[in-house]
């Protein structure tokens, strides 16, 4: 008996490495559906290779010609469709953005096991998407790689047993810059990473340090633990994913190459282990020198920005993350300098008043009311 997996934004950098990891595994998982937002080519190349029963597509594509069964969505409604299908079990949430939130919370009410790559579903409405997997009997597994070498140290232990989470950050390309020429980094410049290879967006929030920020919050509503339990350190060659020190002193690391397979792939099987060899063995030697250094807020106002919505709580996280949306957005388009994207969010987050974030309507309300101020600030 395979288990029935859901891809969504399968034609992402997320999606085709979480279809790598499948494709060595089929004798456990089985593609059930695959969800893209308008890379219609690929997905119907995927479609043909992996005979899905679903394949959905937000933005264009041809309604006909079935693939399986001959399911087949467009619009929105396509992730909702993917996410909640009786013949899934595990729902890869590899969207980009808060437009995966609605799919997470849709899968953890239908009691599915969310992997979930989609950070901005709990940035947004942490306390939602938790209360949908409490009351749905779904589970949230994270595949963003901190978070999985966190849940790999904690092995099981409760939030009381930890003294203190440390997430590594690479610091992006601009580690070494001065803050005055970070302000004008090019559209090009914010997307070398120095060590992940990744979609667009999650490149220029590692440039601006907003993706550690998005991950703090991820952590407290994953692990439980208070916003001051969560510490980043600048570690550049990203070898090391996270640090748990325990209440007894005792400090476990998780370590490995940078590469998504690994935390996808545990994500799908947690709490077991299956055998794998697809990616490249750690090995200490090769990795030489492991170097750890203090955030440098002056390069990253943006993170600093982060943690302070988060420690606000209601909908003020949602607000971040809508307002970070826009401005990454402005600036790929080439309308905005890099420096910019940080005065947006300041600029949103200073007229923001925080909401209820109990309720799904609340959450994106603030979401749209935080894209308004952002696109005025951005266009003025
Ligand atoms: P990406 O841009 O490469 O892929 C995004 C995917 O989402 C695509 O398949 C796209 O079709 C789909 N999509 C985009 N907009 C959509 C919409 N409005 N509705 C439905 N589908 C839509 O992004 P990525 O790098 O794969 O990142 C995906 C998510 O995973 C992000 O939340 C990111 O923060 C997280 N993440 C990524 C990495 C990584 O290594 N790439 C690591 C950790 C976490
Ligand atoms: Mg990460």
Request: a negative charge; aromatic letters at 6%; glycine letters at 10%.
């Amino acid at each position: 008996m395979t288990t029935g997996v859901a891809v969504l934004g399968s034609t992402g950098s997320i999606g085709c490495s979480a279809l790598q990891v499948l494709a060595r595994q089929r004798e456990r998982f089985r593609v059930v559906a695959l969800t893209a937002h308008s890379n219609a080519g690929l997905l119907e190349q995927q479609a043909a290779e992996w005979r899905p029963e679903y394949v959905g597509i937000v933005n264009g594509g041809s309604t006909n010609g079935g693939t399986g069964d001959g399911g087949r969505g467009k619009g929105t409604a396509c992730l909702v469709e993917a996410a909640t299908r009786p013949d899934v079990a595990i729902v890869i949430n590899g969207i980009v953005g808060a437009a995966g939130l609605e799919a997470t919370l849709a899968a953890l009410c239908a009691g599915k096991r969310v992997a979930l790559a989609n950070k901005e579903s709990l940035v947004m409405a942490g306390e939602l998407v938790t209360q949908a997997a409490r009351q749905g009997g779904g589970e949230i597994v994270p595949v963003d790689s901190e978070h999985s070498a966190v849940l790999q140290c904690l092995a099981g232990r409760p939030p009381t047993d930890v003294a203190s989470l440390t997430l590594t950050a690479s610091g992006g390309p601009f580690r070494t810059w001065t803050p005055e020429r970070v302000a004008d980094a090019t559209i090009e410049e914010a997307l070398q990473h120095p060590t992940w290879r990744m979609g667009r967006k999650i490149t220029v929030d590692s440039a601006t340090l907003v993706n550690k920020a998005l991950e703090v919050i991820e952590a407290h509503y994953l692990f439980g633990v208070d916003y001051e339990q969560v510490k980043v350190v600048v570690h550049p060659q990203s070898l090391v994913h996270a640090f748990v020190e325990f209440v007894d002193g005792s400090v476990l690391a998780q370590v490995g190459f940078p590469t998504m397979e690994v935390p996808i792939l545990y994500a799908l099987t947690h709490p077991e282990r299956v055998r794998d060899h697809g990616t490249r063995r750690f090995d200490p030697v090769a990795a030489e020198t492991l170097t750890f250094e203090p955030v440098r807020h002056e390069l990253y106002p943006a993170y600093r920005l982060g943690r302070a919505a988060a420690l606000a709580r209601g909908t003020v996280p949602a607000a971040f993350n809508a307002a970070n949306e826009v401005a990454v957005q402005r600036f790929l388009d080439g309308k905005i300098r890099f420096g910019q994207i940080a005065h947006i969010i300041d600029a949103v987050l200073t007229a923001t008043q925080s909401g209820d974030a109990e309720s799904l309507d609340g959450v994106l309300a603030a979401d749209a009311e935080a894209r308004r101020m952002a696109w005025e600030v951005a266009c003025s």
